[in-house]
């Protein structure tokens, strides 16, 4: 299987700096600070599905006799699980930036 790297330092592409990118169109290198940029066609239409799903995910969450710590952590656990995905899809490649393609 076919992973990027940072076009720069060869490094691998880490979860937390995924995490930590306060903007999802670009991520530094965890060891280089050099910013990978990540395709606008693919990041942007991402961004607004993930955005549609969590605002209608929370007036579910409302409309459920839940507390707010219990809505909190269900939000939070479905927030990681879709940042992974999104890292596991940029390393892999499926979604396009500009980390340079290895094989393993």
């Known amino acids: ?18 995490l930590l990118a306060i903007n999802p ?15 606008a066609m693919y990041a942007l239409p991402i961004v607004v599905i993930v955005f549609s799903m969590a605002m209608g995910g929370w007036f579910y969450l409302e409309s459920q006799a839940l507390t707010l710590p219990t809505k909190l952590a269900v939000v939070g656990i479905l927030g990681l699980i879709i940042e992974y995905a999104y890292f596991a899809g940029l390393r892999r490649g499926i979604i396009k930036s500009t980390l340079i393609e290895i094989d393993e």
């Open 1 to 18: 299987m076919s992973m990027r790297q940072c076009p720069c330092c060869q490094s691998d592409l880490t979860f937390i700096s995924v």
């Open 25 to 39: 169109m670009m991520i530094r290198c965890s060891h280089c600070k050099e910013s990978v940029k990540v395709n």
